[in-house]
């Protein structure tokens, strides 16, 4: 489903100009299209020696999505939009968007691996979340919290969930 809305959405996005099928450059006619790289313009100091420019990914993003021409043809609910980098290891690049960041954004940013809850907290774990009032959900946190366990990375992980869940209170 998600494949086929992205297929779509780069389909519309070449059917109305915005991109071009091989990156070329902005051509000069009055049709306006987003910027498929992001150049790095070179700065010179007061001698004329060119200056060293951090390679930041972050501000080449921070770059594009402050760029008008960009966000203006941006698709409404796009989340580079409102500013939010949509990117994930699943996630595919959109044909809107710098084919020059992603690889350099997968090196920056690294996977989170997801842990499951042991076994011994799952029930009440699922207890504070299914909680219909908020009384019932800090009486739930206080049966979490109450299991008795032995071994450090137990205990810990109780904390933890108690943390994480009382949260949800506030």
């Known amino acids: 489903m998600a494949q086929q809305v992205a297929d ?98 997968k090196e920056e940013v690294s996977c989170i691996d997801a842990k499951s809850i042991n076994s011994c907290f799952f029930v009440e774990a699922m207890a504070v979340v299914e909680a219909t009032s908020r009384d019932d959900m800090a009486a739930r946190i206080e049966d979490l919290d109450n299991i008795s366990v032995e071994g450090q990375s137990l205990v810990a992980e109780k904390k933890l969930l108690t943390i994480i869940l009382g949260n949800l209170l506030v």
Not at 26 to 33: G, Q
């Open 8 to 105: 779509d959405e780069e389909v519309n996005n070449q059917k109305r100009g915005l991109v071009s099928n091989d990156n070329e450059e902005e051509s000069s006619s009055d049709r306006k299209k987003i910027k498929t790289t992001i150049n790095n313009d070179e700065e010179y100091d007061e001698d004329g020696e060119k200056k060293e420019v951090e390679d930041n990914i972050w501000l080449k993003w921070k770059q594009f999505l402050d760029d008008p021409i960009n966000t203006q043809n941006l698709m409404q609910l796009s989340p580079e939009k409102h500013r939010v980098i949509w990117f994930g290891r699943l996630l595919r690049r959109r044909s809107c968007l710098p084919w020059d960041l992603y690889p350099k954004l």
